[in-house]
């Protein structure tokens, strides 16, 4: 199948791409970067930003699915990039009736998730990584609000090790849920295999390893 990956040139994004082509997909990546991955006959690069609307409606134009991992890096600026991101993808869909997966990854935190969180990493939320998971809370709110088959991942704290394929997934939020950290590789896993077959469209995924 024909899968776009936005936001693909590091992180989960990489991996997911990595991923995606080892799944013998046809992938369309859209960032700003070079993905500096050895030459594949399954991999189309679309340079650009996430907010140009003719960039990212070229990405995603015959896609079968979209996979969405936007991310800031190390930052923890204020930033609009999120919600704009998906104003601008709203848009499109209104333009286009895709009728197709969008699989969108925010993080553990975002929106009521944050409720959820152990005292010391609400700490963390509040004086950290406030003001990009605002953004990130306002995404998932546009996203949900729109006329798009969506599904949400909110994984725990990105590590950088090998995949295991070893992952909880939780599709509901209670009271000692306790999401930990996991792979960036297992959350790209999940990632390909929702947008290959996905699990219940207007839903949220959390993941842990644990």
Request: charged content about 25%.
């Amino acid at each position: 199948m024909k899968i776009t990956i936005v936001g693909a040139s590091a992180g989960v994004g990489l991996e997911t791409t990595k991923c995606a082509i080892a799944r013998n997909h046809i992938v369309t990546t859209l960032s700003r970067s070079n993905i500096a991955l050895a030459d594949s006959k399954n991999l189309v690069q679309v340079h650009g930003s996430a907010t140009d609307k003719k960039k990212l409606k070229e990405a995603i134009i015959d896609a079968d699915a979209v996979i969405v991992t936007l991310g800031t890096g190390a930052s923890t600026k204020a930033t609009t990039l999120y919600s704009d991101f998906a104003k601008l993808l709203v848009d499109i869909q209104q333009e286009t009736q895709q009728k197709i997966p969008f699989i969108i990854l925010t993080g553990f935190g975002a929106g009521e998730s944050a409720d959820y969180n152990s005292f010391f990493l609400k700490l963390i939320f509040k004086f950290i990584l406030k003001k990009v998971y605002d953004d990130k809370t306002k995404m998932e709110e546009i996203i949900a609000n729109a006329n798009l088959n969506w599904e949400i991942v909110r994984p725990g704290a990105l590590k950088d090790k090998p995949f295991t394929g070893k992952y909880r997934v939780e599709s509901k939020l209670f009271k000692g849920i306790d999401i930990g950290g996991i792979n960036r590789a297992d959350v790209a896993d999940f990632l390909v295999k929702q947008a290959e077959h996905p699990t219940k469209f207007g839903q949220y995924y959390s993941l842990s390893n644990k």
